[in-house]
């Protein structure tokens, strides 16, 4: 049997560009984020900010192999970053459990400088050919948000949480990118609302856990899905594991 046990850098996300790019990766992005508002996020946003960071092609190439595609990836996971940097910099110790799930959303929308950087890239995602980048970006966002609180589960709650806050993550997305109230005050009543959804279903879960009817009748299927673990030495936006009971 597998050990079920693991670490938080054990399922660490890469974040920012990719690692060990250094400088010029960062020179690039910074560069291109003048150029997605008119050209999206494009071959023709690689090639001028390319120019624009005084970086061969070829090494920009290599750095974003797929263009426009990883340049947009990149500048999701500097607002991830951005993210967890502030959260480790709030004092956490005197909000509620949800006040801390809508503070960490709320730090993840405040880290975009242009909303008009995130509607291209929901456009670039939205597309078949990369709605699995898109979809695995969201994840990446939702497990931070969980392991940045403390999150410690290593069985199928660890799917379910991100799962649910992905879900979460996406819909406040779209909600925001359409606001216009003052100060985006629409959006996070919004979010408000979503997280109440979340901890409704988080109490949920624990009534079935609590009642002896229900859990003797789920028995059967608890059990089974108590051999899935949280992915080990993988990425964490990857599937986890299958263990065989002893």
Request: proline share 4%; net charge neutral.
């Amino acid at each position: 049997m597998q050990d079920s046990q693991t670490t938080s850098a054990d399922r660490q996300p890469e974040i920012g560009p990719r690692t060990g790019a250094g400088p010029e990766a960062e020179a690039i992005l910074d560069a291109a984020l003048n150029h997605v508002p008119f050209d999206g996020w494009s071959e023709a946003t690689l090639r001028a900010a390319t120019r624009d960071a005084g970086v061969d092609l070829a090494l920009a190439r290599a750095l974003y192999p797929r263009g426009g595609v990883d340049l947009a990836l990149a500048f999701h996971r500097r607002g991830d970053a951005r993210m967890v940097e502030r959260l480790a910099a709030t004092d956490l110790s005197t909000m509620r459990f949800r006040d801390r799930i809508a503070a960490a959303m709320r730090y993840r929308l405040e880290a975009v400088e242009d909303r008009e950087l995130v509607r291209r890239g929901s456009a670039l995602f939205a597309l078949p050919q990369h709605a699995a980048d898109g979809a695995r970006a969201i994840w990446g966002t939702a497990d931070l948000i969980w392991r940045s609180l403390g999150d410690s589960s290593d069985d199928i709650n660890w799917y379910t949480k991100r799962a649910t806050l992905s879900g979460v993550y996406g819909s406040v997305v779209l909600y925001w990118l359409g606001d216009t109230s003052e100060g985006q005050q629409a959006t996070w009543d919004f979010l408000d609302r979503r997280i109440e959804d979340v901890m409704r279903i988080e109490k949920v879960k624990a009534q079935v856990r609590e009642n002896p009817v229900l859990s003797r009748v789920l028995a059967g299927p608890m059990r089974l899905l108590g051999h899935i673990h949280a992915p080990k030495g993988t990425p964490a936006d990857l599937p986890g594991q299958f263990t065989h009971g002893k």
